[in-house]
């Protein structure tokens, strides 16, 4: 069967796609822009890749027309702006690309929307799955609560939030009930529905064994991890204070954390079914799935990370519109050292950030982490997703991945922090020399003070940084 299969670079996207392609399928996968294709996928013969923005309808692009089957995965939670107005457009949209297919079904993972009074971001989810319904196609649409999997949003928060707090005082919604699933439940579900006609026209709550509430959730996980912890809640903090805790104390952003705090004040359990005999899926307990994903995360590193989705970037433009640095208008810092080991120093470059660190200065690398996120940055704790993989696309610390070519030995960063203007850093190998290069655009006379008054300390930090990479390679 051909499948078309949106929301190829977010989390769900990259882990399905696998199971898709084992169970025999040839996939068309949309994304928004081709230099983010996922680099494991690109040499697979039974996938196509199509750039799409399904945000601005182009009568020029046209969607294959034997698909008949297409899975929707794309949400804009803690996009920019109105996600719910974006949401919806994006469905218009994707309407219109597949009017002229054959398609049959469409699967549309949403989320459990049962209480009487939605978050916005719930009530989104709820107006995309009407938004979609067609008489040329029938819908299928799985309905989650809370996704446990190694790199998934609430999975690294509440991890962040263990593993970091002995002592929490927390806001009254942890005692609010949800029904978490595994990742991999979510797969099986998603990946078995394709074709199977008795799913046409319906929507099924998807969850695990268990009702837990988020309090017990963290205590389940603070007993896996061996730590001992203390929640108190506190009923007077409010949604806005409540949102900053999250966004100061874990990697999410401000953004994500209000849509979060927004939508755990909802209860999130399912309704029973019999899906569960239908496609033979057999849901994972909430301390199953914990334990599956620091398996797996110890073992190969986790596949796809919500760090490494749009959701996560500041990017206005596609990945390409940020590899060509300004000649103009521009200040730097180059530095470069001579190369006895090019394999090596190549192995620190894209080791670097995340538990590696910055090889030198990293409490100066933290102090701008902790600084950017008072105004409202990303921050350093959103780390990375592998330890030594990166490719175009991926969050590093609070930078963006814009391009990582080995062969071409150069890796070449984009500055996602707050700053009066734009930040690249680049590291490039030739003829045995390493050359790195921090380059700053700033925009007014505040970049240009920005710029001067940090000057003092990427002395040392830049210095140290490539004296490094140069002499631990030896």
């Known amino acids: 069967m051909k499948i078309l299969v949106t929301g190829t670079t977010g989390y769900i996207g990259k882990r399905l796609i696998p199971f898709l392609i084992e169970a025999g399928h040839e996939l068309v996968c949309c994304v928004r822009d081709a230099g983010r294709a996922p680099e494991r996928f690109k040499e697979e013969p039974k996938i196509t890749f199509i750039e799409v923005d399904f945000l601005k309808y182009d009568s020029s692009i046209t969607i294959p027309k034997d698909i008949e089957c297409a899975y929707y995965l794309m949400h804009s939670m803690s996009s920019a702006g109105d996600f719910g107005k974006m949401e919806l457009e994006c469905a218009e949209n994707f309407k219109k690309y597949v009017a002229g297919t054959n398609l049959k079904q469409v699967i549309y993972l949403s989320g459990i929307v049962n209480e009487a009074e939605l978050s916005k971001h719930l009530n989104s989810r709820k107006q995309v799955e009407e938004a979609l319904q067609s008489d040329q196609y029938a819908n299928t649409t799985f309905r989650a609560g809370i996704i446990v999997g190694s790199g998934s949003a609430s999975f690294e928060i509440i991890r962040d939030l263990v593993e970091k707090l002995p002592v929490m005082i927390t806001p009254r919604w942890l005692n609010t009930k949800a029904q978490p699933i595994a990742i991999r439940d979510v797969l099986a579900y998603l990946s078995k529905a394709a074709g199977d006609e008795r799913l046409y026209n319906n929507n099924y709550d998807i969850y695990g064994l268990d009702v837990l509430t988020y309090k017990q959730m963290l205590l389940i996980f ?9 929640i108190f809640t506190l009923p007077i903090m409010t949604p806005k204070l409540s949102s900053y805790w999250l966004y100061f104390v874990t990697s999410t952003s401000y953004k994500l954390a209000a849509s979060l705090v927004d939508s755990m004040k909802v209860e999130v359990v399912g309704r029973p079914n019999n899906l569960q005999q239908m496609l033979d899926v057999h849901p994972l307990s909430y301390e199953e799935a914990v334990r599956k994903a620091f398996t797996i995360m110890e073992h190969d590193g986790s596949p796809s990370s919500w760090k490494d ?11 390409s519109a940020y590899i060509t640095i300004p000649k103009f208008g521009i200040v730097e810092d180059k530095k470069e050292r001579t190369v006895t080991n090019e394999k090596n120093v190549l192995a620190k470059i894209w ?5 590696t660190g910055w090889y030198y200065g990293d409490y100066l690398w933290k102090a701008r982490g902790f600084i950017d996120k008072i105004f409202g940055g990303t921050g350093l704790r959103r780390g990375r997703t592998h330890p030594t993989n990166i490719q175009a696309g991926d969050a590093l610390d609070f930078w963006r991945v814009v391009l990582a070519d080995k062969k071409e030995k150069r890796l070449l960063l984009y500055a996602e922090m707050k700053l009066p203007g734009e930040a690249w850093l680049e590291f490039r190998i030739e003829k045995d020399k390493l050359y790195q290069r921090a380059v700053f655009r700033p925009k007014g006379l505040w970049g240009r003070l920005y710029w001067y008054s940090v000057l003092p300390f990427h002395y040392f930090v830049f210095n140290g940084l490539i ?3 140069v002499k631990e390679a030896k």
């Open 467 to 469: 004296d490094s990479l």
């Open 222 to 230: 603070a007993k896996i991890r061996g730590l001992k912890r203390y």
């Open 309 to 319: 989705s749009g959701v996560s970037s500041r990017f206005g433009k596609k990945l």
């Open 351 to 355: 080791a670097l950030g995340g538990q």
